[in-house]
């Protein structure tokens, strides 16, 4: 079930670059600092000393090693209801780590190690593909170079004999369908970037995280908050034996808002807001957070009371940042190259290039290049993916029709070579991976038009209501053979829309369900309204940052099922900061008394403008 962490180096010796490939300068590969940095030093000498000791073992001769590491500080920062929560940290230094990833390949990019196995998990370092390990956070290259030497072991052994699995299940297997090599021949890339090693001041953001997280004291009905910062500074660092030289700097900061409630009924609703940044400067002012978390919970208390939906089928809008995660899970899983190769996958667009797979106005491409999209900051940028190679756009679908894929160093048919998407959380094995997914229309219109065309697409198909996605938690899809070809998308505020000139009307306790290419089919039209979805997703390789942006859609039609429903009651008590509030939960005050009244429901919006992040839970994710 599908969906939300390199420094490059050239070897010194000729000899130890068993790649064909010629250099190709992405930056300055000569940074007066490069030669004093200890975990380069540490990088270089090991991968040197292995590569010229490997190369040439028996019947398993090595032809590829690389070294990642990232290295760095996370922090996270939360607090709720006025006090720090007990995850804080009181220390930057309690974040420092300094993770290592192994990558091993013997035999030849023809067929080597990381071969498929039919009906085996081959990805995320199983199977011999690569180590993960902790290296030492002190700059001492001698006990660097033990950890690197230990890793390399571990990973050359685990490769010997995945290789040799390998080679006996293809000799009695049917035929493969791709036919591609297992590893592409890239040129290596050199670039010396800035060394991130500072921590991320801590004390303003306990004292701001404190105050706004107090602003729910005010509110009894809202069960759960929190407000959190959580972010992290470092490099990453890559050096191959083709001769890649890369440190890059890397700094994410994230503040999150969230909230819950329960409905009378039993069911857990939860809200998100959360503002991305990539320097401390970008985010916003406590004002501003302020403003973000009262309005937060204005929506909360609405959707407590909010009527529930049951399942239906009907046109519905889905708004632009929903309509972000729609494409991530539904279009942009599906282009991952690595789940074309393996014929486990269901692999719906493999034989579908040059035709047509989406209406003919819309275009998608991937383009982790890319900053931000107008002034907001996008959490998928990134100059060098996980296997040193550079970070290119990938045209994935022009005017509807299917262009390509996005690419990691595992070619498949027709498709030899990486285009820069090979991602990983720090220490784990990279695949194709998303990151600013970007869907365009040309045919688009003001929201008030899509909303206006949405009542009469209602109209002509005898509908007493269309549904209109406003903000979404995030997702999962289903890509493996065996099983059903679907998705799901995880809505928080969702509105019925009347034909009859009423109000729209906040509602709850929906999902949207589908199957990719009926979904596609039926988009009528485009808003002009592009907004960025900003997440984590998880997968194979674990989690990464990722963006997408899109405009809201009109679709034809759209089927929603019951969102899953708790079965706890209400606290039987009011909370101690306010005893004398009315309370829905409250036991009767008698044995035939009836329990105390809700609060009155309060009136629908009567249209909702723009939408909103969420903290990680909501990420767009497919194998949680």
């Excluded at 399942?311 to 599906?334: D, K, L």
């Excluded at 960025?532 to 997408?548: D, L, T």
């Amino acid at each position: 079930m599908q969906c939300s962490r390199l420094l490059r180096l050239a070897v010194a010796s000729a000899g130890f670059a068993l790649g064909s490939g010629a250099h190709a300068s992405a930056g300055d590969g000569s940074a007066p600092d490069a030669a004093k940095d200890p975990v380069l030093e540490a990088m270089t000498a090991e991968l040197g000393r292995s590569v010229e000791s490997l190369r040439s073992k028996g019947d398993a001769p090595l032809y590829y090693l690389s070294y990642r590491v990232d290295d760095g500080y996370s922090i996270s920062v939360s607090a709720s209801y006025g006090a720090l929560d007990e995850g804080a940290q009181e220390d930057p230094s309690s974040g420092r780590s300094r993770d290592l990833h192994t990558s091993i390949r013997v035999g030849s990019p023809k067929f080597d190690n990381t071969h498929k196995v039919r009906g085996e998990w081959s990805f995320g370092g199983f199977g011999g593909f690569g180590s993960r390990r902790s290296l030492p956070i002190e700059d001492d290259v001698g006990a660097i170079r033990v950890a690197l030497w230990r890793s390399t072991d571990r990973a050359y052994m685990a490769a010997s004999r995945q290789y040799i699995k390998a080679k006996a299940n293809k000799a009695i297997r049917a035929e493969e369908d791709d036919k591609a090599d297992d590893f592409s021949v890239e040129p290596p890339s050199t670039s010396i970037g800035e060394r991130l090693v500072e921590p991320i001041d801590l004390d303003v953001w306990k004292e701001r995280c404190k105050r706004l997280s107090a602003i729910f004291k005010a509110h009894p009905l809202i069960l759960g908050s929190r407000i959190r910062v959580a972010g992290s500074t470092g490099t990453m660092y890559f050096v191959d034996s083709d001769g890649a030289r890369i440190r890059d700097p890397r700094r994410f900061l994230r503040v999150m808002i969230s909230g819950s409630v329960k409905a009378d009924d039993g069911m857990d609703l939860d809200l998100y807001d959360s503002v991305e940044a990539t320097t401390p400067e970008q985010l916003p002012t406590e004002e501003l957070l302020a403003a973000k978390t009262r309005a937060l919970i204005d929506m909360l208390e609405k959707l407590r009371v909010a009527p529930l939906v049951e399942p239906y089928t009907g046109p519905a809008i889905i708004m632009n940042r929903a309509a972000g995660v729609f494409f991530h899970e539904v279009f942009g899983h599906r282009a991952e190259g690595h789940r074309l190769k393996d014929e486990d996958e269901g692999q719906t667009f493999k034989k579908k290039i040059g035709e047509r797979v989406v209406p003919d106005f819309i275009s998608i491409v991937d383009d982790p290049t890319q900053r931000k999209f107008r002034d907001t900051v996008l959490n998928g940028y990134y100059r060098f993916d996980e296997e040193g190679q550079p970070a290119q756009k990938a045209t994935l679908v022009e005017n509807g029709v299917l262009k390509g894929f996005l690419m990691c160093r595992s070619p498949i048919d027709d498709f030899p070579h990486s285009n820069g998407h090979g991602r990983a959380e720090a220490g784990e094995t990279p695949v194709a991976r998303q990151g600013n997914l970007i869907t365009s229309s040309s045919k688009t219109m003001p929201f008030a038009e899509l909303r206006a065309l949405l009542i009469e697409t209602v109209k002509a198909r005898g509908k007493p209501y269309g549904l209109m996605f406003q903000d979404i938690a995030g997702g999962f899809t289903i890509t493996q053979r065996g099983m059903p070809q679907s998705f799901k998308v995880l809505p928080l505020i969702v509105y019925r829309v009347y034909p009859d000139g009423r109000p729209d009307e906040l509602v709850r306790g929906v999902d949207l369900v589908g199957t990719p290419l009926a979904s596609f089919e039926k988009i009528l039209a485009t808003g002009d309204d592009y907004a960025v979805f900003n997440g984590y997703c998880g997968a194979e390789s674990g989690w990464v940052p990722v963006s997408s942006v899109a405009p809201s859609l009109l679709v034809g039609e759209m089927e929603v099922e019951k969102k899953e429903k708790g079965s706890e009651r209400l606290p039987i008590q009011p909370p101690p900061l306010h005893p004398e509030t009315p309370w829905p939960g409250a036991a009767p005050k008698s044995p035939g008394a009836p329990p105390c009244e809700s609060p009155p429901k309060e009136g629908p919006d009567s249209k909702p403008v723009g939408s909103r992040g969420h903290d990680e839970p909501g990420a767009t994710e497919y194998d949680r």
